[in-house]
T-cell receptor, first 112, second 118 residues
Framework: DAGITQSPRYKITETGRQVTLMCHQT?????MFWYRQDLGHGLRLIYY???????DKGEVPDGYVVSRSKTENFPLTLESATRSQTSVYFC???????????FGPGTRLTVT | AQSVTQLDSHVSVSEGTPVLLRCNYS??????LFWYVQHPNKGLQLLLK??????LVKGINGFEAEFKKSETSFHLTKPSAHMSDAAEYFC????????????????FGKGTHLIIQP
């Protein structure tokens, strides 16, 4: 199906473990983004990517790592998960030159 | 720097009555403004977008928003609420991102939870 997908949709992990959240888009959009959503904070940008092999930090990057070897994929890795990283994570994409972003369905991550 | 303030964390209306969700913004340049909606356990869906072409913007599902530069506001309205409108609504302002050029970042408000009473 066309669009933007995220996997897994739900994940429970333990403190200290490495976790990778996957994001895949079929539109060939240049830009991709990772956000976290927490009560009282709205959505906050973690990392974004302007193209394959180009990534940059957003508002809350600490504890996260990203890569983008292919245009369509933008995985987010928590190298050593902490309880403060319990959140809902959204991936988004946008076309170069346009402002609106299109969001995936989200991944609910719980760190115990 | 840009910021967004959604003036109400919760709004409750009766089905069939008008909806007003209030949003004020600040930006150091002429931004694009958006409203996104999030239904329970779903992703975010674009409702409407303002990009300076017209101050009154019509979106999906009967929603519209009016850009008022003098008031730095971008309030969302709907003439008659439907039960299916119950959701979280986010007002969003764009900002420039310089890495690679060519696209904007988004700054989100904290959201307004819309409750529809039967």
């Amino acid at each position: 199906d066309a669009g933007i997908t995220q996997s897994p949709r739900y994940k429970i992990t333990e403190t200290g473990r490495q976790v990778t959240l996957m994001c895949h888009q079929t539109w060939s959009h240049s830009y991709m983004f990772w956000y976290r959503q927490d009560l009282g904070h709205g959505l906050r940008l973690i990392y974004y990517s302007a193209a394959a092999d180009i990534t940059d930090k957003g508002e809350v990057p600490d504890g996260y790592v990203v890569s983008r070897s292919k245009t369509e994929n933008f995985p987010l890795t928590l190298e050593s998960a902490t309880r403060s990283q319990t959140s809902v994570y959204f991936c988004a994409s946008s076309e170069r030159g346009l402002s609106e972003q299109y969001f995936g369905p989200g991944t609910r991550l719980t760190v115990t | 720097a840009q910021s967004v303030t959604q003036l109400d964390s919760h709004v409750s209306v009766s089905e069939g009555t008008p909806v007003l969700l209030r949003c004020n913004y600040s930006s150091s340049y002429s931004p694009s403004l958006f409203w996104y909606v999030q239904h329970p356990n779903k992703g975010l869906q674009l409702l409407l977008k303002y990009t300076s072409a017209a101050t009154l913007v019509k979106g999906i599902n009967g929603f519209e928003a009016e850009f008022k530069k003098s008031e730095t506001s971008f309030h969302l309205t709907k003439p008659s609420a439907h039960m299916s409108d119950a959701a979280e609504y986010f007002c969003v302002v764009s900002h420039l991102m310089y890495s690679g050029g060519g696209a904007d970042g988004l700054t989100f408000g904290k959201g307004t939870h819309l409750i529809i009473q039967p």
